[in-house]
């Protein structure tokens, strides 16, 4: 049963409710402290509090119509220009902010669902061809687009297998996808001879750097091996880049960038007839917030290259150091060979969703994974600290598990061993559902 909450009949005083905020986010995730492997990317009190000034003084604004806050349109522009610069950009690219990841992509597949009804209308039911590990957000769009996934297994080093992406390319293919890197495993899938394939087959070929993005380019900086995977690679026709992931902006910031603005009209939304008035958006939303643009723009700003570097010197710093410390542990190791801040580990011995569970018990909020089941780390400047004490407890957490077997039975555990290895997936979706119907229980 739902709790059953009303609008207060008196306003509360600010106070007051400002404290009864407090009193919630007191129980919440200790990302500030390096707790969290997951959601939120803080690059330290100094950074937060430009982004949060720049968010504040575009708090009321709106970028829905950037005509009436030129200074919107600038942001905007420069951040899309910022990142067509970092990723072998060049006079021809064009792009747009959005609010996330998520939606930078599903605009991509509508981008290309419209631009083959354009140019191919033979296909009347278009497919697309991705490696298994791309982000849901690609099975979303298809879902609400009517394109349908078709998903290739990854190779045994866990990027997109690009002989099997080639065999699976239909008539009906209008897109080929490639992540840089995939969240799962945190590898580069072969841009270059996907992108080839792409070309040779006239498809489109989108990049998912939407992890990668503000961090690879810095990575080859600084000297570590980061093959083409952007726009400079011909054949690939568009990518994405989240600013509120390694660009350290506010959340809802992302960057979609197209190889030339022909491609980007099919993703812009024109109503001509409107009673309202002619209605133009780029993107899914209408309304569309200025402080995360502002945020953005302050994000880049205030780091500068020299920024990025260092916080991305930190980064792949303490990645290797977590994955050394992980692969040197009894009974532990990781997954493939990531090549930027995510990655995931297995046990040979322990029950890893057990051992999630016991490392909560130590205040880590974990994230787990399945297809095989692990745990998985996103890794940000804000983890260098507790390296060490993370893995001490790593250990312990499988220690503790091997000693107590019945460990596996309680907690959550149960639970993400169905969702791991139920066959029916059906009923894993119906248990999925339930789950979320008890978390938005109003
Ligand atoms: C590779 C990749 N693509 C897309 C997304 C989706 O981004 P968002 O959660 O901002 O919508 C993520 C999120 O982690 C990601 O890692």
Known sequence: MARRVGLPAQGMPAEELLQAMR???????NWRGGRTWSLVYYAGDEHTRVIQDAYNLFFMENALNPTAFPS????????????????????????????????????AVKTYRDWARAMHPEITAPEMVLPASAHPAFLKAAHYFGVKPVLVPVAADLRADVQAMAAAITRN??????????????????????????????????VDACLGGFLLPFARRLGYP????????????????????????????????????????????VATDWSGGVYASPGMAGTRSAGSIAAAWASLHAMGEDGFLRVTRQVLE????????????DGLHVLGRPDASVFAFVSDDADVFAM??????RGWHMDRQIMPPSLHLMVTPAHEPVVDRFLADLRAARQEVLDDPSLVQQGVTPLY??????ADRGMVNQAVLALLNSIYSS
């Open 23 to 29: 009193d919630m986010k007191a129980q919440d995730a």
């Open 72 to 107: 919107l349109q600038r942001m905007e522009n420069d951040v899309v220009a910022i990142t067509a610069s970092l990723l072998g950009g060049n006079d021809e690219t064009a792009g747009t902010m959005t609010s996330g990841g998520t939606e930078s992509i599903l605009l």
């Open 173 to 206: 293919s209008i897109l080929l996808v490639g992540s840089a890197p995939s969240y799962p495993h945190g590898v580069i899938d072969p841009i270059e001879p996907l992108a080839a394939v792409a070309k040779e087959r006239g498809l489109g070929f989108h």
């Open 226 to 269: 980061v093959p083409p995977f952007d726009l400079s690679v011909d054949g690939v026709t568009s990518i994405s880049a989240d600013v509120h992931k390694h660009g350290y902006g506010a959340k809802g910031a992302s960057v979609i960038l197209y190889r030339n603005q022909a491609l980007r009209n099919y993703q812009f939304f």
């Open 318 to 329: 303490t990645t290797r150091r977590l994955i050394d410390g992980i692969n040197a542990s």
């Open 356 to 361: 999630a569970d016991a490392l909560e018990r």
């Open 417 to 422: 061993g169905m969702i791991a290895t139920l």
